[in-house]
C-alpha cells in the first residue's frame, strides 16, 4: 500500500529474528511480571518491528513515516529510576500528585510512575511521546492485566487499548504518521500533521473527529463574497458655513473676471 501511495519513496522494512523463549522468560523474571499472550506471540515471531518510509519533495526523499516496536531487550522500565547520577536527583515518580482525577465514567484510571503502576515503553515515537505497556496494579501483587498508553511530552497520559493486538491494528492502519498518537488526546495533532493526514489518509475510527478539528484551523474564504462588486454609497457633501456679504462680493468679481479672460482665450482662437 505505501509503496503504490504517490510520492511515497523508499519504504524499509526491518526483518528481525523470533526472539528466543528463555529471553522472554528472563525479562519476565527480572521485572516480576508476565508479558501478555499477545505480545509474547509477537516475540516468539519478530523480535520487535520497524519500518520507516519517506516521500520526495523536489526529487529528495525526506523521512515521514516510522513504525517501531521495541525488541524485548529495549522493553525497558519508566519511572523506576533517576534520570541523573546524582543520589538525590528527581525521578518520575516525584511527579505523582494524588489530587489528580482518578477513573471514573468513560475515562480510566491513569498509571501512576511511582510503584503502584509497571510502565515500559514500547515505542519511543521520535520524541513525540512514549506509547507505553501499562500494568497498573502492581501492589501488593502485579495483576497480569495490561492496557496500551500514550505518555506525551508534557507528561500526560492518554489512553489508547486495552490489548497489544489493538494497538499493533492501529499503528499499522495510520501508517506510522508523524504524531498520529495524538489523534488520540483532547487537543489532536497539529496542523502540520494534519496535512500529512490528508495527503495519506489512513482508515481510521478518527477520521470524522480530525474533519471536525480542522475547520477550526481552515481559513474559510469566500472568493464570491471578497470579490463581489459593492455598492458605493454616496458621500454627503457638508454645507459651508455661511460667509459674510464682502467675501461673497470679491468671490463674484473673481468668477466674472476668469469667465471673461476664458471668453477672450475662445475667441483669440
Given amino acids: 500500500l505505501l509503496e503504490t501511495s ?3 519513496a523508499e519504504v524499509t522494512f526491518v526483518e528481525k529474528e523470533p526472539a528466543e523463549r528463555h529471553t522472554i522468560v528472563s525479562w519476565e523474571q527480572k521485572n516480576s511480571c508476565v508479558l501478555p499472550e499477545d505480545l509474547k506471540n509477537f516475540y516468539l515471531m519478530t523480535d520487535g518491528f520497524q519500518m520507516t518510509w519517506s516521500v520526495k ?11 517501531v516496536i521495541n525488541s524485548i531487550s529495549k522493553l525497558c522500565r519508566l519511572g523506576g529510576s533517576s534520570m541523573y547520577t546524582l543520589p538525590s536527583a528527581p525521578t518520575l515518580a516525584d511527579l505523582e500528585d494524588d489530587t489528580d482525577e482518578e477513573g471514573n465514567g468513560d475515562k480510566p484510571e491513569k498509571p501512576h510512575f511511582d510503584s503502584r503502576s509497571l510502565i515500559f515503553e ?16 502492581a501492589e501488593p501483587v502485579v495483576s497480569p492485566d495490561t492496557e496500551i498508553w500514550f505518555l506525551d511530552r508534557a507528561l500526560y497520559w492518554h489512553f489508547l487499548t486495552k490489548t497489544f493486538t489493538a494497538y499493533y491494528r492501529l499503528l499499522i492502519t495510520h501508517l506510522g504518521l508523524p504524531q498520529w498518537q495524538y489523534a488520540f488526546t483532547s487537543y489532536g495533532v497539529s496542523p502540520q500533521a494534519k496535512q500529512w493526514f490528508n495527503m495519506y489518509k489512513p482508515i481510521t ?10 475547520d477550526s484551523f481552515v481559513n474559510k474564504l469566500d472568493p464570491n463574497k471578497v470579490f463581489k462588486s459593492k455598492n458605493k454609497t454616496p458621500v454627503l457633501k457638508k454645507k459651508q458655513p455661511p460667509q459674510p456679504p464682502g467675501s461673497q462680493k470679491s468671490h463674484t468679481c473673481m468668477t466674472s473676471a476668469k469667465t471673461s479672460s476664458l471668453a477672450g482665450n475662445s475667441s483669440r482662437k
Fill in 6 to 8: 504517490p510520492g511515497v
Fill in 122 to 137: 514500547l515505542d519511543p515515537c521520535n520524541g513525540n511521546g512514549k506509547v507505553c505497556l501499562v500494568y497498573k496494579h
Fill in 57 to 67: 519533495t523536489d526529487d529528495t526523499p525526506m523521512p515521514l513515516g516510522s513504525m
Fill in 205 to 214: 475510527i478518527n477520521t470524522a473527529l480530525l474533519s471536525e478539528e480542522a
